[in-house]
């Protein structure tokens, strides 16, 4: 099989399959993100939709239908063996041939986090039917280790939108509304993934210096970003000509060059984040929260100032209030129900409702 070493970046001319059994060990890959052929005669693709191939680098290979099934359990299989544990892989699949790869999926350890939508602009057209405008992006880890999920990484938690909406929660909902990338005059794959599409899931699922893979490069957007976001690259292609045209874009490609202008996300640094709740904290949070809604405070006003005082997120705050059994008279203004407590937080406050 023939390979080009770049940068010390290792990118492979020939089948996945064998490929990765040969050249890639177990347990070594961060983070997948791939495209795989969708099995629907994509190479003759613009005999039926009119597309003007000009610029489009032949010798796409396609995958027959009639082999589809196996061929999606032989690849992902080689992917779940080359993920470390706790890596993550995002597959990218139209819907024709989707429940292939459900089923390759089931039949590993790998494990479901999210089947996301994402949307994109200008679906094919048509007259007596409704337009397919989606993919589908499947979202999945191997078990065994902690998995990589950079929550701040694009928006910082605290982050409004002029509506008081959460811009944090907004970029973690899953649909994705990103549109493909139309490149008029320029030198392309029949299908390629668009730069913000990578680097949101870069941004979220791997650091600096991880190994991102694609295991089916065609137009080498997911190596590109992965460069660009000063990761590591590698991955296979197994068309000759469409290797040969994209690797010397690859020469070209400065590490990095994304970096400046991702945006910087606003993240409130919390004296007590991530830290274990003592008996103490406990009966402190039961207490205030407590004098909080008492006094006529929401829900809602009286975690945002428990956060101030607690040094802790949301989240947190929210998570031990219902472990500790507190429960809301719905729709009503601030006054908790009455609650059970434990003995460790009733031995060190006095409780107003008591």
């Known amino acids: 099989m023939r390979y080009e070493e770049i940068s010390g970046n290792t990118y492979f001319n020939g089948d996945c399959i064998t490929g990765a ?9 961060d983070l997948i993100i791939t495209d795989p052929p969708y099995g629907i005669n994509g190479d003759k693709l613009h005999k039926h939709y009119n597309r003007n191939e000009e610029f489009v680098v032949e010798g796409y290979v396609e995958v027959p239908a009639s082999g589809y099934g196996e061929f999606s359990l032989n690849w992902i299989k080689e992917a779940e063996r080359i993920l470390k544990p706790g890596g993550s892989i995002y597959i990218v699949s139209g819907y024709t041939n989707l429940y292939h790869i459900l089923h390759a999926l089931r039949q590993t350890k790998l494990e479901e986090i999210n089947h996301i939508i994402w949307k994109y602009n200008f679906g094919v057209y048509t007259s007596r039917k409704y337009v397919s405008s989606h993919y589908h992006i499947l979202f999945y880890e191997k078990p065994g280790g902690e998995r990589t999920f950079n ?10 939108d002029s509506t008081d909406g959460s811009l944090n929660y907004q970029d973690r909902e899953d649909v994705w509304i990103i549109n493909r990338e139309y490149k008029p005059g320029q030198v392309k794959n029949k299908n390629e993934l668009p730069t913000e599409l990578l680097i949101k899931m870069m941004q979220y699922s791997s650091n600096e210096g991880d190994l991102v893979c694609d295991l089916f490069l065609g137009g080498f957007s997911t190596a590109k970003v992965a460069i660009g976001l000063n990761r590591r690259a590698t991955g296979f292609e197994i068309s000759p000509s469409m290797f040969d045209t994209k690797i010397e874009e690859m020469k070209a490609i400065e590490p990095g060059f994304l970096l400046p202008a991702l945006r910087c996300p606003e993240i409130e640094e919390l004296a007590n984040q991530g830290k274990s709740w003592t008996d103490e904290d406990m009966a402190t949070l039961i207490l205030r929260f407590n004098q909080l809604t008492q006094s006529g405070k929401t829900k809602k006003e009286s975690i945002e100032l428990l956060e101030e005082e607690l040094g802790r997120g949301r989240w947190s705050i929210e998570k031990m209030l219902k472990k500790l059994g507190v429960q809301f008279n719905g729709g009503k203004r601030g006054r908790p129900k009455k609650q059970p407590i434990t003995d460790a937080v009733r031995d060190q406050t006095v409780l107003p409702f008591e």
């Open 151 to 160: 929550l701040e990484s694009r928006f910082g938690v605290k982050e409004k």
């Open 21 to 29: 059994k040969r050249y890639v060990p177990s347990d070594s890959v």
